[in-house]
């Protein structure tokens, strides 16, 4: 097995580590000195703006009670369910999608790579911006359902009044968003695929989706582990795309705990219980972080 | 030799409608990409270029029954309402896009370097520091921000919102360059350091210029993030020093607002970042061969 397919399968770099740690001792003097003054910013910025926010958040939600009024508050308890079918759902459908249309964008033809340069449009184009689009795009009167009624005589649906259709849109619109960042890195990932591998599994009568199953998805399974956490780490913090899609509306039906934590504690005022409400997803969060962790650590991941 | 050419003739038909049938499937597919991601960018222009969308409803127009480009002129010349500063505003965006994209590149290539060149030992503590700050994330943090800017002095000051862009932008910075720094051979260095070169000059002469593909990449990510954020923004900066992305925001369920300029701002914000990745382009390439080619 080549390096190249270790860093696919994060297995352990055997001969990457040979080479990159040909004398390993401890830095002496100068040089010790350059290696403290060039992790110094990065330090600060760590301790400064993570590690003291992060305990001002955790003493500010400290006081249980503030738990107990959560958990009888039927808003809560709708965002949490909120949160797991914004992020289950999007995160899943986007990465699946993607990773799809990654082996898709390969194909050897001029007008794919134009087509590539429209589909990172969404990736390149502002998040709060493009939302907003989305939001006018969905009214009543919009594009959509004048497009309903023009090819299909349909009247569309007032998409903003409906938890199911709002929360939908949102999903729609964060996939909308997202998919073409993991596509670039999926397709980057492939590329490295040889294609002798390729060349024997079609011997072996390998192709299309049986080739997709049997010899594409296994290769590029940790990554798409690793890119699937860690987009579930960046998909719990979106706050953009619910706040400015349906606006948590109708009536906070569609808030997730993102946008009923500023909810909390810009519009009603109650500081702790917006930061109480996001903490409370940390037994989720960290335990993907240390799965993310431990992954990287077994080799060098691509990310 | 017709005895062997006629089996190969139904495996050959069979293999052309096959391929027919992907060429045609490919071109439905690019069609619906088309419009999946070109539909809200549609919709922009559908509503700048309609001068009637400011007053009346949204009714239901697949394109602008009179074009005009008024929209655009009154943003341009300030004169729409709730956009009288707008170019203000849009140097705001630029300031701190521009500097979280700089301050991002340097911290994160230092660091990264520091761990990754010089054999820091206990280096994998900062890789997993880093890794650390996406378990809570950064809209998370937004009151605590929100308290400590205040107490750091930096209520209603584009640094405070510099400095959390700067925060969640690094550790992916730091992640992505480690691994591309794993790609440039050690001999490199140490042959600099035979020679004499400080720890400092390896870093200027050596890893900057090779790292360029990463670093552009690593740009860009961080420009991207400055320019989509709207929360940090919008809770960390008054009026006064508000960024484009805020207005647009916060404005964005009010039919009062003169929609046409509302959009037509947005068309000409969204402009930079998409300049900026094609002025890259040819780096980004380069970046994504280099990581494709690894052996």
New interface residues.
């Given amino acids: 097995m080549?390096?190249?397919q270790q860093?696919l399968t994060a297995g352990p770099p055997v001969s990457?580590k040979g080479?990159?740690?040909?004398s390993?001792?401890?830095?002496r003097g100068?040089?010790f000195r350059?290696?403290i003054a060039?992790?110094t910013?990065?330090?600060a910025?760590?301790f400064?703006?993570?590690v003291?926010?992060?305990s001002?958040?955790l003493w500010?939600a400290r006081k249980l009670s503030l738990y107990a009024d959560l958990i009888f508050d039927p808003l809560y308890l709708r965002a949490v369910v909120n949160t797991v079918l914004f992020v289950g759902i999007g995160v899943n459908v986007k990465m699946f999608l993607a990773l799809l249309?990654s082996g898709?964008f390969l194909?050897p033809?001029w007008?794919?790579k134009v087509?590539l340069a429209?589909?990172?449009?969404?990736?390149?184009?502002?998040?709060?911006?493009?939302?907003?689009?989305?939001?006018?795009?969905l009214?009543q009167?919009?594009?959509v359902?004048?497009?309903l009624?023009?090819m299909f005589g349909i009247d569309g649906p007032t998409w903003f009044n409906d938890r199911l259709l709002a929360l939908g849109s949102n999903i729609v619109v964060y996939i909308?968003k997202w998919m073409?960042f993991w596509t670039?890195i999926f397709?980057?990932a492939r590329?490295?695929i040889p294609q002798d591998i390729y060349d024997a599994a079609e011997i072996d009568g390998a192709t299309g989706a049986r080739r997709f199953v049997h010899v594409t998805f296994p290769l590029l399974a940790n990554l798409y582990l690793l890119c699937s956490l860690?987009s579930t780490?960046?998909a719990?913090?979106?706050?953009?795309t619910v706040?400015?899609v349906s606006?948590g509306g109708p009536a906070h039906l569609t808030d997730v705990?993102?946008t009923l934590?500023?909810h909390y504690?810009?519009d009603i005022a109650a500081?702790a219980l917006?930061?109480a409400a996001?903490?409370s997803?940390?037994p989720v969060?960290?335990p993907?972080?240390i799965l993310?962790?431990r992954r990287?650590?077994t080799g060098?991941a691509?990310? | 030799m017709s005895a062997t050419l006629a089996p190969l003739e139904p495996a050959r038909r069979r293999h052309r409608l096959r391929r027919a049938l992907t060429e045609t499937g490919s071109v439905l597919l690019a069609v619906v990409i088309l419009i999946w991601s070109l539909a809200p960018v549609y919709n922009m222009f559908l509503i700048a270029l309609d001068p009637e969308e400011g007053e009346i409803e949204f009714d239901g127009n697949l394109w602008p029954p009179e074009p005009s480009l008024e929209g655009f002129r009154e943003v341009i010349t300030q004169e729409a309402r709730y956009l009288e500063t707008f170019w203000h505003q849009f140097g705001n965006s630029f300031f701190i896009g521009l500097l979280t994209m700089v301050l991002t590149v340097l911290i994160g290539s230092l660091a990264s370097f520091a761990v990754s060149r010089m054999r820091l030992s206990k280096g994998s503590l900062l890789t997993n520091a880093a890794l650390l700050t996406y378990a809570i994330p950064a809209s998370f943090l937004i009151v605590p921000y929100f308290r400590i800017m205040h107490s750091y002095g930096l209520s209603d000051n584009p640094w405070a919102v510099i400095a959390t862009q700067v925060t969640f932008a690094t550790p992916f910075a730091i992640l992505l360059l480690q691994l591309y720094a794993s790609l440039i051979p050690f001999e490199l260095d140490d042959a600099a350091r035979v020679d004499g070169a400080s720890a400092g000059q390896v870093y200027l002469r050596i890893y900057l210029p090779l790292m360029t593909p990463a670093l552009a990449i690593v740009a860009i990510y961080a420009l991207l993030l400055a320019w989509n954020d709207y929360l940090f923004a919008a809770v960390l900066l008054a009026v006064r020093n508000m960024t484009v992305a805020v207005t647009q925001g916060q404005l964005f369920s009010d039919t009062d607002a003169p929609w046409n300029a509302m959009m037509a701002a947005a068309i000409i914000y969204v402009l930079p970042p998409i300049a900026l990745l094609f002025a890259l382009r040819r780096y980004v390439v380069t970046g994504l061969t280099m990581a494709a080619v690894t052996e």
Wanted: hydrophobic share 60%.
């Fill in positions: 080549s390096s190249m860093v990457g080479r990159r740690q040909p390993r001792r401890h830095l100068a040089d350059w290696a060039f992790v910013p990065y330090a910025v760590f400064v703006f993570v003291y926010p992060f001002y958040a500010m249309l898709f194909r033809r007008w794919i087509l429209v589909y990172v449009l969404p990736w390149v184009i502002a998040a709060a911006q493009a939302c907003v689009s989305f939001h006018w795009m009214q009167e919009g594009l359902n004048g497009v009624s023009a909308w073409p670039l397709l980057v590329i490295k860690l780490l960046w719990v913090g979106d706050f953009t706040y400015l606006g705990l993102a934590g500023f504690a810009f500081p917006g930061v996001v903490m997803a940390l969060l960290i993907i972080v993310l962790m990287l650590q060098e691509e990310l």
